[in-house]
């Protein structure tokens, strides 16, 4: 099985950045950022191709967060910038390979002055 390991949440203050990044065990075809605040629903943030590099974003978050990989290190970026109190959630890290999905343990973003 493949296993998720999350790092990188902590506490920012609005418009300040933060470095989030999962690594895997393996190598894997997709890999992404979804989020869930308390009473809210889990929602995609953002997920790249990990070959060719292409990427999506929430509209939420476009233009401030930028999806990156390396893929020597099955790793996936999330630098996220400009911040905003909207943006505190426990950022999950999800990856696929074939016909299966992976779900990180979760990191917690709290974005407060």
């Known amino acids: 099985q493949v296993q998720l390991v999350e790092s990188g949440g902590g506490l920012v203050q609005p418009g300040g950045s933060l470095r989030l990044s999962c690594a895997a065990s393996?190598?894997?075809?997709?890999m992404g950022w979804y989020r869930q605040a308390p009473g809210k629903e889990r929602e995609l943030v953002a997920i790249?191709?990990?070959?060719?590099?292409?990427?999506n974003y929430a509209d939420s978050v476009k233009g401030r967060f930028t999806i990156s990989r390396d893929n020597a290190k099955n790793t996936v970026y999330l630098q996220m910038s400009s911040l905003k109190p909207e943006d505190t959630a426990v950022y999950y890290c999800y990856a696929a390979w074939g016909a299966n999905g992976y779900w990180g343990q979760g990191t917690q973003v709290t974005v407060s002055s």
């Open positions: 790249i191709i990990t070959t060719a590099g292409s990427t």
């Open positions: 393996r190598s894997m075809f997709v």
